[in-house]
C-alpha cells in the first residue's frame, strides 16, 4: 500500500493556456542575461524554455531544468492573485510569507532568510553581511570555484561577473560594486580535485583550510570561510568539524555553507545554523525550480545584530531588493532601491511547490527513489563499454559520465549539444529526435563528464506513480533513461 503522504501528491492540473506567454515573461523579469530568453529558441543560455517541457527529457538538474507543471500552476495562481484575479494579495505579505516557507522547511528558531536572484548574487550577500561584522579587511576563501559557479570567485572579491546585473541593468564586468571600491577582500580558493581529476583527501583539504586561515588572521584580517555541501559533480569540501573548530578559535572566522545544489536534508542545514553558519540554498537546481533564485539563511541572532551595523554598499542595490530582506530592511539595507522583484518572487513560488511536497514525502520513500534512480543508471553506463562513470564518489543523485571518444571539453561539448537537439540526426529512429538535458560538461583532468541528474520533480513523479499501486520499474522516468542512453549510443557510433 503507498504511504499516506502520498495523497498529498496531486494529479496534474490544467495550466490556462491564455496566461502562460504573460507567466513565462513575469518568470524571466528580474534576472541577468542568464535568465534572458534568446529571441530565436526562446530558450536561456542553459538551454532552458520559458514554461513547462514535458516532452523533452530533464536529467540536468546539476546545471538548469524546465519549470515543471507544479511550478507553473503555482506560480501563475500568485501572479493572477497580484493582478486581480481572484483574492488579492499584497507583495509585502507574500515576500514576508516566501521567506516564512524557506525558513520553515530550512531554518531553526530565530533564523531568518533573505532572497536573491541566483546562488552566484548570493555571494554578494554574505560578502555585505561578512564586512559589516568584521573590523578588520577580509579574506574570503572559496572552495572548488570551478565546481561551483563560473562568476563566483569574482563575486566573492565584491565584483560584478557579468555585464549585467539582475535589477541594475548594464554594468562593467569585473569592476567593483559600488560601495566596495576601498573594500580590503582578497579572494583564495582551495580546489577539491587533484591535477589528474581524481577527489582529493578530506584531511588534505581540511588541513589547507586551516593553513589558510591561520595566514589571514596572522597578517591581521578576518575570513569568510566557505564551506561545499555538494558540487556540480556531488563532491564536498572542508568539513563541518574543521570549519566549526576554525569559527570557534579566534571569533574572527565566518562561516558561509554553500549548499546551492540543495541534495541536503534540511537537519545538515538546521545544524549549519545552529553551529552560527551562514547557508546559501537555491531552488532551480535538485529542486527543479527555474533558473534563477537563492536564499543566504541567517543563523538566529545575526540579523537583529545587522540592524546596528553600517548599511550595505550602495552597489547592491543591483542585485537585491527591500522585499527580499526580512525585517531589518529598515537600517541595514536602506540603500537599497526596489521595493521588490517580481520574477524573483513567482521562481521562488515555483520551486515550493515542488520543495515542500518533496520533504512531506517519507524519507525512507525519498531514499528508495533515489536508489532505484542511482542503480539504474550505474547498470546502463556499466553496460556499455563506451561509457564509464567518473571516479568521484559522487553524491547519489549526481553520476558524471565520462565518454569514450568524446572525452575532451570540446567533445563533450558537442555530445551535450547533440543530445538535447530537437531532432534526431541521420539514420537514427525517430523517437530519439526527443531531447534528452544532462548536466552541462565539467572538467575533470584532461578530461569531461555529462552529468545524470536526479530531481525533486522526478521523484514526486515516481511517488504518484506508485501512489497509484504500480511498480517503479513501471514509471515513465524508466523509459526515459533508456531512450536517453539509446540516443547517446548512436550518437556515439555504438
Known amino acids: 500500500m503507498a504511504p499516506a503522504s502520498t495523497a498529498r501528491l496531486r494529479a496534474r492540473p490544467a495550466v490556462p493556456a491564455r496566461s502562460d506567454a504573460a507567466l513565462a515573461l513575469f518568470l524571466a523579469d528580474g534576472g541577468d542575461e542568464r535568465i534572458r530568453p534568446d529571441p ?11 514554461g513547462p517541457a514535458p516532452e523533452e527529457i530533464w536529467f540536468s538538474s ?7 507543471w507544479r511550478g507553473f500552476a503555482a506560480a501563475g495562481d500568485v501572479l493572477g492573485r497580484l493582478i486581480g484575479d481572484g483574492e488579492l494579495i499584497h507583495p509585502m505579505a507574500w515576500f514576508d510569507r516566501l521567506r516564512q516557507r524557506i525558513v520553515g522547511l530550512f531554518g531553526i528558531p530565530g533564523a531568518e532568510a533573505v532572497l536573491s536572484a541566483s546562488g552566484t548574487e548570493t555571494e554578494f550577500i554574505a560578502l555585505s553581511i561578512a564586512l ?14 570551478t565546481e561551483t559557479g563560473s562568476g563566483v570567485m569574482k563575486a566573492a572579491a565584491g565584483r560584478h561577473f557579468l555585464a549585467s546585473s539582475s535589477l541594475g541593468g548594464a554594468v562593467e564586468a569585473s569592476a567593483y560594486l559600488d560601495g566596495l571600491q576601498a573594500a580590503d577582500v582578497q579572494v583564495e580558493a582551495i580546489a577539491i580535485l587533484d591535477l589528474s581529476g581524481l577527489p582529493r583527501d578530506s584531511k588534505e583539504i581540511d588541513a589547507e583550510a586551516a593553513a589558510c586561515v591561520a595566514r589571514a588572521l596572522a597578517a591581521g584580517r578576518d575570513v569568510l570561510l566557505h564551506v561545499l555541501d555538494a558540487s556540480k559533480t556531488g563532491l564536498s569540501g572542508v568539513t563541518r568539524r574543521a570549519a566549526r573548530a576554525l569559527a570557534g578559535a579566534s571569533g574572527r572566522v565566518h562561516v558561509v ?3 546551492c545544489q540543495l541534495r541536503c536534508p534540511p537537519e545538515r542545514v538546521h545544524a549549519d545554523l545552529q553551529a552560527g553558519f551562514m547557508v546559501m540554498i537555491t531552488g532551480s537546481k535538485f529542486a527543479g525550480g527555474p533558473p534563477f533564485e537563492g ?13 546596528e551595523r553600517s548599511r550595505v554598499p550602495a552597489g547592491l542595490a543591483a542585485y537585491s531588493a527591500l522585499l527580499d530582506w526580512p525585517a531589518l530592511r529598515r537600517n541595514f539595507t536602506a540603500a537599497l532601491d526596489l521595493p521588490f522583484n517580481l520574477g ?4 521562488w513560488e515555483a520551486a515550493l511547490a515542488t520543495i515542500e511536497p518533496f520533504f512531506a514525502l517519507p524519507a525512507s520513500l525519498r531514499a528508495h527513489i533515489c536508489s532505484w534512480f542511482a ?10 563499454p563506451h561509457l564509464r562513470m567518473a571516479a568521484l564518489g559522487a553524491d547519489a543523485t549526481i553520476f558524471p559520465v565520462l565518454t569514450q571518444g ?11 549539444a547533440a543530445l538535447a537537439a530537437p531532432k534526431a540526426p541521420a539514420d537514427m529512429p525517430p523517437e530519439l529526435a526527443r531531447p534528452c538535458h544532462v548536466g552541462r560538461p565539467v572538467a575533470i583532468g584532461d578530461e569531461a563528464a555529462l552529468r545524470i541528474c536526479a530531481s525533486m520533480p522526478l521523484v514526486l513523479d515516481i511517488a504518484a506513480h506508485m501512489a497509484e499501486g504500480r511498480t517503479i520499474e513501471s514509471a515513465p522516468v524508466a523509459d526515459d533513461l533508456d531512450l536517453l542512453f539509446r540516443k547517446w549510443d548512436r550518437l556515439a557510433g555504438c
Not at 559589516?132 to 570555484?145: D, G, N, Y
Not at 542503480?375 to 556499455?384: G, M, P, S
Open 257 to 259: 555553507v554553500d549548499a
Open 40 to 50: 530565436l529558441t526562446g530558450r536561456t543560455k542553459y538551454g532552458t524554455p520559458a
Open 132 to 145: 559589516a561584522t568584521s573590523e578588520r579587511p577580509l579574506t574570503s576563501i572559496v572552495i572548488a570555484p
Open 406 to 416: 568524446a572525452a575532451g571539453p570540446a567533445e563533450a561539448a558537442a555530445l551535450y
Open 375 to 384: 542503480a539504474e543508471v550505474h547498470r546502463y553506463v556499466a553496460a556499455r
Open 62 to 68: 546539476s546545471t538548469a531544468s524546465a519549470i515543471d
Open 295 to 307: 536564499a543566504l539563511l541567517l543563523p538566529p541572532g545575526l540579523a537583529e545584530d545587522l540592524n
Open 344 to 347: 524573483l518572487g513567482l521562481r
